[in-house]
Nanobody, 115 residues
Framework: QVQLVESGGDLVQPGGSLRLSCAFS????????MVWYRQGPGKQRELVAG???????NYADFVMGRFTISRDNAKKTVDLQMNSLKPQDAAVYYC?????????WGQGTQVTVSS
C-alpha cells in the first residue's frame, strides 16, 4: 500500500516561485512513475509533469520551461519547482504514483497565484 502526502502549497504573486513536495510512504518507491496533476475550480484534472522510475521527464505545454519535476529515491520524495507563476496556475496540485496500472493519489495542496 502506498500513501502520498503533498506539501508546499501557498499564496504567491504572479511571477513568483514555489516548490511543492510529495512524500511517498510504502515500498519500492524507485519503481514508480511519479506525476503531478492539478485541478482548478470548475475544471478537469490535468497532467502537469511526470518523471519515470529512470528519471525521464515530461511536461504539459503550458508549464514547459517554467516548472521542473525531480525525484530523490533515497528520500522517497518528488518535487515540483514552479517558477514564473501565472494566475492560470492556481489550482489544487496532486501527487500521483503509478505502477502497473495502479494509481495512488495524495490529498492535494493548494496553490494560489494572486496579486
Amino acid at each position: 500500500q502506498v500513501q502520498l502526502v503533498e506539501s508546499g502549497g501557498d499564496l504567491v504573486q504572479p511571477g513568483g516561485s514555489l516548490r511543492l513536495s510529495c512524500a511517498f510512504s510504502g515500498s519500492m518507491f524507485s519503481l514508480y512513475a511519479m506525476v503531478w496533476y492539478r485541478q482548478g475550480p470548475g475544471k478537469q484534472r490535468e497532467l502537469v509533469a511526470g518523471i519515470s522510475n529512470r528519471g525521464s521527464t515530461n511536461y504539459a505545454d503550458f508549464v514547459m520551461g517554467r516548472f521542473t519535476i525531480s525525484r530523490d529515491n533515497a528520500k522517497k520524495t518528488v518535487d515540483l519547482q514552479m517558477n514564473s507563476l501565472k494566475p492560470q496556475d492556481a489550482a489544487v496540485y496532486y501527487c500521483n504514483a503509478q505502477l502497473l496500472g495502479n494509481y495512488y493519489w495524495g490529498q492535494g495542496t493548494q496553490v494560489t497565484v494572486s496579486s
